[in-house]
């Protein structure tokens, strides 16, 4: 027979609360850092496909850099409010801000190869692998 016990929200908060009170001291606000968004990335023999959800994000917000084999994208989601004259908001919870996100490859990628395609809230990259450099063995005299 498995044991049940009874679900109380108020034990980990209370846990939380108090883990590191003496070590450090309690701060409730958010840390204010980049938001991070979702990212598949796949590979075969020749290329590495990403897969970023950036919804609300214009493509013009949108930058990937790419040096050596870490690739990084960032985008600005941006606040465009439509209250008309007489409304007013009664909840938002929609992201605006900076997304960030970087990671590193298993090799390097071919910059001039690499193409981008932005289409309904999904950035898609295609990053093709540079050719791997074989270690040249010198001989001993």
């Given at each position: 027979m498995p044991n049940i016990t009874r679900f109380n929200p108020l034990d980990d908060a209370f846990d939380e609360l108090f883990r590191g009170f003496f070590v450090r001291p309690v701060n409730f606000e958010a840390p204010i850092t980049a938001a991070q968004f979702r990212v598949d990335v796949s590979e075969n023999d020749n290329a590495y496909r990403l897969r970023a959800?950036?919804?609300?994000v214009k493509?013009?917000?949108?930058?990937?850099?790419?040096?050596?084999?870490?690739?990084a994208i960032s985008a600005e989601a941006k606040n465009e409010k439509?209250?008309?004259?007489g409304e007013r908001a009664l909840r938002s919870e929609r992201y605006y801000g900076k997304?960030?996100?970087a990671f590193t490859l298993g090799q390097a990628v071919d910059e001039g190869g690499a193409n981008a395609r932005y289409a309904d809230g999904v950035l898609e990259?295609?990053?093709?692998?540079k050719a791997a450099v074989q270690a040249?063995?010198?001989?001993?005299q």
């Open positions: 959800e950036l919804p609300g493509k013009e917000d949108i930058n990937v850099t790419i040096d050596g084999d870490t690739v439509e209250v008309k004259d997304l960030y996100r990259l295609t990053l093709p692998k040249k063995r010198v001989a001993i």
